[in-house]
């Protein structure tokens, strides 16, 4: 047989992000979240659901962390609250909140498992978002200091970093769309500087972890890059696949990864450009140990007869899972690291997330038989090896997510988990993914 196996020291993790599991919303000090309030409002999320007990993981901790270690899991990506170390968002420390944060890198480090910590998935303080959020400079000015003090309470500890997840998910889909908190309809000029500031807030964040996270520490940002796969894998449609990533993509990553808000960026933004200070660029440009992908699904891009790119849509009936926008396409996962390597030459790649949303229903024996979830990762894995053969420099693989969980919009509806999570009694049972991936991680190959 010939076997599919990843390269030695391949990192394999699981991933879940604070405001999604831990619960406790208003606990021990903690403030207020943008979603907190968000999901408060009818109609907002379905079933209008909220995060205020989630899966409890706030007190579940250890045994969550006792059944990664069963699962042979080394490696998970966590995220930090920001409200539950400043409520306020900047201002008075909540030491209630380091002291949690410190028992649950100490018990994940007593299991075996190393962190690797978001700064930042979302959960801006309220407090902040009152004073304008993302559009004002004062937020990344606060996370500045958010940053600083988190890098130096657990940095002894804490040696992978990663600054901001998905800035598409906070800035123009929480700005220039209504459906994320604060659910607001600006134009394209406030968008653009909620995007600048967005940047500068991972500049200051890669500026902490070099200033105080010490010698060996690694920090990089995750985004949700849209992915243009080509529809036809021959040259015109590559090239236009390669033309097509940038310009998807461009208020969020040409300035990290080119350094300059590029002439192609003002081409396409024109008088909407955000304002920039003396000194952003360096910052938000500063180099980065790695750069984090999240890849769910793509759009099939191909070739016009001028060579541009033309974004085919997607014909009804096309593969989901049981979320709508998650279309299956497991070529993503070549084409991603591929294209951003081929356009930005970024020397070392990690798929921070990575895993597909299905109604799991437990058989009657209480089994969770999730085939499609494992055959759709198994599929992402195959083409990732793929990339890997053809030069992607890509180091490591977080499937999302350990356990089903608040799904933003969604509520509890849609299930993510390689572990159900009973709600009802917050029980925890691996799916049939969650064995298939143990022994996936155990013999660093595909099985
Ligand atoms: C990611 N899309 O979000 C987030 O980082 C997670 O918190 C989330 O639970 C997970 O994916 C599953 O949804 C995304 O519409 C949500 O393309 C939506 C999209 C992409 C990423």
């Known amino acids: 047989m010939n076997a599919i196996k990843f390269p030695p020291n391949f990192i394999w993790g699981t991933a879940a992000a604070a405001p999604q599991i831990e619960g406790a919303a208003f606990l021990d000090g903690k403030g207020e979240s943008v979603w907190d309030r968000f999901a408060r409002i009818p109609g907002k999320v379905v079933g209008d659901a909220n995060l205020d007990v989630a899966c409890d993981h706030y007190h579940r901790y250890p045994d969550d962390f006792a059944l990664m270690r069963e699962l042979g899991i080394k490696h998970y990506r966590l995220s930090i609250a920001w409200p539950r170390i400043f409520p306020q968002g900047d201002g008075e420390l909540n030491q209630a909140g380091i002291d949690f944060y410190n028992r649950l890198i100490d018990c994940m480090l007593a299991e075996g498992i190393q962190p690797w910590v978001t700064m930042f998935h979302w959960d801006l303080p309220q407090a902040l978002e009152d004073r304008g959020g993302w559009r004002e400079r004062l937020t990344p000015e606060a996370f500045g200091v958010y940053a600083e003090t988190i890098v130096k309470a657990f940095g002894d500890r804490v040696k992978h970093w990663i600054t901001l997840n998905e800035m598409r998910c906070f800035t123009i889909l929480a700005y220039g769309d209504t459906i994320r908190p604060p659910g607001l309809n600006e134009g394209e000029k406030v968008v653009n500087q909620t995007y600048h500031h967005a940047l500068l807030a991972h500049g200051l964040g890669v500026q902490a972890v070099r200033q105080h996270g010490g010698e060996n520490a690694q920090v990089g940002i995750t985004d949700d890059c849209i992915i243009p796969v080509p529809v036809i894998e021959t040259e015109p449609h590559i090239k236009a696949a390669e033309q097509a990533i940038r310009e998807l993509n461009i208020r969020s990553i040409d300035p990290i990864l080119k350094g300059e808000y590029t002439e192609l960026y003002h081409t396409l933004t024109g008088e909407n ?23 769910y699904t793509g759009v099939y891009v191909r070739a016009k007869e001028d060579g541009s790119p033309e974004i085919l849509p997607f014909p009804s009936g096309y593969p989901t899972a049981d979320a709508p926008w998650l279309k299956l396409i497991p070529q993503a996962m070549y084409w991603g690291p591929k294209l951003i390597k081929s356009v930005y030459d970024v020397p070392s790649i990690y798929i921070t997330e990575s895993g597909a949303g299905y109604d799991d229903v437990p058989t009657e024996t209480g089994e969770i038989l999730d085939l499609h979830r494992r055959q759709y990762v198994r599929q992402c894995l195959m083409e990732l090896h793929r990339s890997i053969g053809d030069g992607s420099p890509i180091e490591g693989y977080f499937l999302w997510s350990f356990m089903d969980n608040f799904e933003w919009l969604d509520g509890y509806t849609k299930r993510f988990g390689i572990c159900y999570t009973d709600y009802s009694t917050q029980k925890r049972t691996p799916k049939l993914s969650a064995h298939w991936y143990k022994e996936v991680m155990q013999q660093n190959q595909l099985v």
């Open 273 to 295: 450009a955000a304002n920039v200070e003396p000194g952003d660029i360096e910052l938000i440009s500063a180099p980065t140990d790695f750069f984090g992908m999240n890849i």
